[in-house]
């Protein structure tokens, strides 16, 4: 089954404790990407990688990293967080330049 | 700069009418994808239509088509025969070309269908 899979789907933790926040596709997609949701804002773009070895900044990328060095997998790494980065985080992945995202099924992150 | 605007932060419909979910978009780009998503209770993203830039008819899937008018921006979602499970979130989204194909999205609308 063409699937995203994040993990975990849940996650609470305390200001300052580093934490990584996998993804995974299996359909073979060049382009990948994290967003966080917070109410009113919608979905807004932390990082996104369009190859192997390439990302780049979305619009809210202070404070996370990412590293794409297989395809497959795109990580999302808090290396200190902090309660402002309490919200709901999507990996999605797509075809290089055309075609929807597939959304994972989210991370909630609590940050106390 | 890209921008998706959703005027509508909630909406409700009564069961079996149709509604109409707004969506503007503001690029300077020539190739451009429009997509709405839904996102339910649950909180996964489910994607219902597509419209490129360059398609000249309205894109339709199943009770769900796509109002895009070129020329005013806009790319509104027409969902037909409202029923209990389409109350949800819904997004609007555009992916752009030129700007490393990064996909945009409006803050959503909250829309409730009524027995």
């Known amino acids: 089954e063409a699937q995203v899979t994040q993990n975990p789907r849940y996650l609470i933790t305390v200001t300052g404790k580093k934490l990584t926040v996998t993804c995974s596709q299996n359909?073979?997609?060049?382009?990948m990407s994290w967003y966080r949701q917070d109410p009113g804002l919608g979905l807004r773009q932390i990082y996104y990688?369009?190859?192997?070895?390439?990302?780049d900044k979305g619009d809210v990328p202070e404070g996370y990293k990412v590293s794409r060095k297989e395809k497959r997998n795109f990580p999302l790494i808090l290396e200190s967080p902090s309660p402002n980065q309490t919200s709901l985080y999507f990996c999605a992945s797509s075809l290089q330049v055309y075609g929807e995202a597939f959304f994972g099924q989210g991370t909630r992150l609590t940050v106390v | 700069a890209q921008k998706i605007t959703q005027t509508q932060p909630g909406m409700f419909v009564q069961e079996k009418e149709a509604v109409t979910l707004d969506c503007t978009y503001d690029?300077?780009?020539?190739?451009?994808?429009l997509f709405w998503y839904k996102q339910p209770s649950s909180g996964e993203m489910i994607f219902l239509i597509y419209?490129?830039?360059?398609?000249?008819q309205n894109a339709t899937e199943g009770r769900y088509s796509l109002n895009f008018q070129k020329a005013r921006k806009s790319a509104n979602l027409v969902i037909s025969a409202s029923q209990l499970g389409d109350s949800a979130m819904y997004f609007c989204?555009?992916?752009?070309?030129?700007?490393?194909?990064?996909?945009?999205f409006g803050t959503g609308t909250s829309l409730t269908v009524i027995p």
């Open positions: 690029t300077s780009d020539q190739s451009y994808g």
């Open positions: 990688s369009m190859n192997v070895e390439v990302t």
């Open positions: 359909m073979n997609h060049e382009y």
């Open positions: 989204a555009m992916r752009v070309l030129n700007t490393g194909n990064q996909f945009y």
């Open positions: 419209q490129g830039s360059y398609d000249e």
